[in-house]
Antibody, heavy 120, light 106 residues
């Protein structure tokens, strides 16, 4: 059974940093691109960042470029999101999602999310 | 970035109704359009991928159509468990933008 379990969320002050993790199991992690998607309270879904299966290419939303860094450890089946210079608008539930990797790909599995709160 | 615009933002419907949600892209995205359903407190779940393909396990009352810039999600006969928020998403290029969502209410 495919499982994605996020962790690392919490309360952080504006300007602070946080590292999110997503532990994957039930599939060959190193074969899939992985993405982070967030959802602000009461709002819609927003792509944050993505990384290809071998980590050779990364993608970021304009809103987080230069502040967030996505990475992965294929030997430990874990996806990361290093978040820096955090702002109030970065608050929300952060999901990791598995990307099918096809030409017109989609997210076929999602975690349950980890909550990030940015407040002084 | 490609902008995705859904309409309506919300709708009220009854069990058994036929429901149609539209999604428009700011440029052509071929058939690179996915539909997700999200219920309160749950992660999103894919319903339709590549514009018209039904994800395994999803009831056949859901269908998708369209290509280029205009797409449609149709629920042929609304069931109680279908009351949720629906999002379209383009996977033509990065960033993978989502529509703002359509909330389907009783």
């Amino acid at each position: 059974e495919v499982q994605l379990v996020e962790s690392g969320g919490g309360l952080v002050q504006p300007g602070g940093s946080l590292r999110l993790s997503c532990a994957a199991s039930g599939f060959t992690f190193s074969s899939y691109s992985m993405h982070w998607v967030r959802q602000s309270p009461g709002k819609g879904l927003e792509f944050v960042s993505g990384i290809r299966s071998n980590g050779d290419r990364t993608y970021y939303a304009n809103s987080v470029k230069g502040r967030f860094t996505i990475s992965r450890d294929n030997s430990n089946n874990t996806l990361y999101l290093q978040m820096g210079s955090l702002r109030a608008e970065d608050m929300g539930l952060y999901y990791c999602a598995r990307d099918t990797g096809y030409t017109s790909s989609w997210y076929d599995y999602w975690g349950q999310g980890t909550l990030v709160t940015v407040s002084s | 970035d490609i902008q995705m615009t859904q309409s309506p933002s919300s709708l009220s419907a009854s069990v058994g109704d036929r429901v149609t949600i539209t999604c428009r892209a700011s440029q052509s995205i071929a058939s690179s359009l996915n539909w997700y359903q999200q219920k309160p407190g749950q992660a999103p779940k894919v319903l339709i991928y590549a514009a018209s393909n039904l994800q395994s396990g999803v009831p056949s009352r859901f269908s998708g159509s369209g290509s280029g810039t205009d797409f449609t999600l149709t629920i042929s006969s609304l069931q109680p468990e279908d009351f949720a928020t629906y999002y379209c998403q383009q996977s033509y290029n990065s960033p993978r933008t989502f529509g703002q969502g359509t909330k389907v209410e009783i």
